[in-house]
């Protein structure tokens, strides 16, 4: 994905989000499952310290949606839906068809690897080190719409 996507700031946050956080789940179609053990195998690669890996459900839903997984039964809160649905507010959405946007999102995460992240400053891209806004992103992603 080249960094002039409208989409690119998006998932370089959801990949940073996939890269950082340990105790997630992804739900996705079985075709991607291929994917999805290949981008566990490199993060066990480059982030040797990290003992808790992704989950994966598997499903046939219009989305693919990662979840930041609670202790408590039922209290899983989504962080990324890659599909054309809008989520809340509060959730990375990369608006793509789904296998386009976890291409995306798996190119970013193995760009991201390469770099070093998340064991570097400033090696996950520009505002990296910013807290996400997801309402400005979309706000502005809008803006760009309309011209």
């Known amino acids: ?19 950082r956080l340990e105790n997630i789940s992804i739900e996705l179609p079985i075709e991607l499952a291929s994917d999805f053990n290949e981008l566990c195998d490199e993060i066990s690669q480059n982030i040797p310290s990290r003992l808790v890996f992704p989950k994966v459900v598997y499903s046939e839903a219009e989305s693919i949606e990662i979840k930041l997984l609670d202790s408590k039964p039922n209290f899983d809160e989504t962080i990324v839906v890659i599909g054309m ?29 390469e770099a070093g992240y998340p064991g570097c400053v ?17 706000s502005n992603r809008k803006l760009l719409e309309k011209k």
């Not at 400033?122 to 979309?138: A, D, F, I, T």
């Open 122 to 138: 400033g090696c996950g891209g520009p505002n990296s080190e910013e807290p996400w806004n997801e309402v400005q992103y979309r």
């Open 85 to 113: 649905i809008e989520p809340d507010e509060n959730v990375c959405w990369i608006e793509s068809e789904i296998f386009q946007g976890w291409a995306w999102l798996i190119e970013s995460c193995h760009d991201l690897l």
């Open 1 to 19: 994905m080249r960094m002039d996507n409208d989409l690119w700031p998006v998932v370089r946050e959801s990949a940073r989000r996939v890269l």
